[in-house]
């Protein structure tokens, strides 16, 4: 097979929800689909407990899942499918930002009964800023949901994102009867507990075949007024508004019951990116450039505590990655050769010789990596768009033994560069600020610390709103601000400069009192920030 075929047939997305809307239920049936699972059941939630939340060595087993479930890789339609796992947890919300870095599209599934829930919302405002294709699945349509105009306008003003529905839902609950799939035209009968939906596919002749009236009875005068509703008032359909990221297909389902599900994939198949291209400092690296390049957007650490090394998942933007070759680690400036690098089949792991753009691959690290590194044939550039948002909890690190500094600060260095959670230190003074998107890290942190790095900490917390990165064009100003407001200005891993907000009141005041500075929303800069 040619580079370029290699290139084309691959696709690389995530699923995303708000815990519980049916992330893993869909991720079983897609697996299921492709053949990379025979049985229901095989694949294991990464959902964290919360009754278990307090019990450290439990989050970190619970953890611990997930590497096998990082990426699952399984073929469909001739299609090389590479979907990465996110975990639903909102205390590793982080976690999940950063993987949203390393696909081409995403699959977001919403509860018809809940609509869009926080997760949602927050997940789906960093696949807006880099404008990730969407599809949306609305699962549990066998429940007694939202109305599914309302939930339209829901997602419309909550994601901030145009959307269409492909099929449309016939009743739901206990009269739920199927879709109407507006795409092809066919109807899709609902039976509860179906493996496949194949023999319950419909091919009728538009909304006026009398099969329409036979199979639906009275429902079938609702559906033919809503599709005319959709049709006349809604926003027409192309894969290149979807694939801009501006517009994003609905579709109704039930995860649980196999419903809506090849449906789905058909469809993602079908309309879904292949590699794109990323940026860089440089300049935009295209999928089809012949030397390899590739960045770190994932590290796992090994439980075992007496072996330091980790897992680095690395997604690969351009050229071919092969095992037992020099490549080049740019911001440690050093060549490095991986003899056992892992790609996922289903949630199998195995040795590969040879990967390619779109794919995601696991590399044993004794330490080399952390977040957002990058890897090429020699070329100095840095892959741009893997920011730090800021942490919403921030707390600061107290060593409890003096002795153990050493300790500390390396453990917590190293812990930080897995994306455990973010490192401030004061600009003047020496005092570490640990940032959290959610309480349980703190509890890893101090768990880890103690039995990776034999040292002991508590944390204090501090009244911190947000973590604003500051920046200007005009050094005085700069200067004098870092000086009035010293007590909050600390220094991100980068060294960039980050004020730690009391409130969003007072980053509007600020704003107003120093307008040669300005207050970003992430570690990039890309975004000013928009308080209020
Ligand atoms: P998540 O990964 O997004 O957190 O969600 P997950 O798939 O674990 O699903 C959350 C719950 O919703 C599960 O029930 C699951 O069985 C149920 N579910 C998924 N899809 C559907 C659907 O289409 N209809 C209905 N009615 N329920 C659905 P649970 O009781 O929390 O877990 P379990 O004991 O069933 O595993």
């Not at 198949?269 to 089809?288: H, K, L, Q």
Request: overall charge negative; proline content about 4%.
């Amino acid at each position: 097979m040619s580079y370029a075929d290699e290139i084309s047939k691959r696709r690389t997305f995530a699923i995303i929800s708000h815990p519980d809307a049916g992330k893993t239920t869909l991720t079983e049936k897609f697996l299921l689909f492709g053949g990379a699972i025979q049985t229901a059941g095989a694949v294991k939630s990464n959902k964290i407990r919360k009754s278990t939340s307090s019990d450290f060595m439990d989050i970190e087993r619970q953890r611990g899942i997930s590497v096998a479930t990082s990426v699952m890789g399984f073929d469909y339609n001739g299609l090389k499918i590479n979907l990465l796992d996110t975990p639903g947890h909102k205390d590793f919300a982080e976690d999940t930002y950063r993987t949203l870095t390393a696909v081409d599209s995403v699959i977001l599934v919403v509860d018809c009964v809940k609509g869009v829930e926080e997760q949602t919302e927050k997940l789906m405002h960093v696949c807006r800023m880099r404008n990730t294709p969407v599809i949306i699945f609305v699962n549990k349509m066998d429940r007694e949901g939202k109305d599914p105009f309302e939930l339209l306008d829901e997602l419309e003003a909550k994601l901030n994102i145009k959307v269409r529905p492909l099929s449309w839902p016939i009743s739901m609950g206990m009269s739920f009867k199927g879709v109407y799939n507006l795409y092809n035209k066919k109807l899709y009968l609902f039976r509860p507990g179906g493996v496949t939906v194949a023999e319950d596919v419909l091919t009728i002749n538009g909304l006026d075949d009398p099969q329409l009236d036979t199979q639906l009875g009275d429902y079938a005068t609702k559906l033919k007024d809503d599709v005319e509703l959709i049709e006349t008032a809604g926003q027409p359909f192309t894969v290149d508004h979807y694939l801009a990221g501006g517009l994003a297909p609905v579709f109704f389902g039930s995860a649980i019951n196999n419903f809506g599900v090849k449906e789905l994939l058909e469809t993602f198949t079908e309309i879904a990116p292949p590699p794109g291209s990323r940026p860089t400092n440089i300049r935009v690296i295209t999928p089809d450039e012949k030397a390899f390049s590739g960045f770190v957007f994932k590290i796992h650490a090994n439980l075992d505590p007496r072996h330091r090394d980790r897992i680095a998942f690395l997604r690969i933007c351009s050229g071919r990655f092969e095992r037992n070759t020099m490549y080049h680690h740019v911001r440690l400036d050093k060549n490095i050769r991986f003899s056992s690098p892992a790609s996922f089949l289903g949630q199998k792991k195995s040795i590969i010789d040879e990967a390619f753009p779109g794919d995601v691959i696991g590399l044993y690290d004794t330490g080399n990596f952390k977040i957002g590194d990058t890897l090429t044939e020699g070329e100095n550039l840095q892959f741009q768009g893997i920011p730090s948002f800021s942490p919403e909890i921030f707390k600061e690190l107290v060593n409890l033994d003096p002795s153990k500094s050493k300790q500390l600060a390396k453990g917590i260095e190293q812990l930080t560069d897995e994306g455990v959670a973010q490192l401030y230190t004061q600009q003047q003074g020496n005092r570490r600020i640990v940032g959290t998107v959610g309480e349980l890290q703190f509890d890893v942190i101090q768990y880890r610390l103690e039995h990776e790095y034999n040292a002991k900490c508590r944390f204090h917390r501090m009244d911190v709103h947000k973590a604003c990165w500051v920046t200007s064009d005009d050094p005085k100003a700069m200067d004098d601000f870092c000086r009035y407001r010293a007590e909050r200005i600390m220094i991100d891993k980068d060294g960039n400069f980050v004020y730690m907000a009391e409130s969003s009141w007072i980053i509007k005041s600020l704003q107003a009192d120093y307008p040669a500075i300005r207050f970003h929303d992430t570690s990039e800069f890309k975004r000013e920030m928009q308080e209020g």
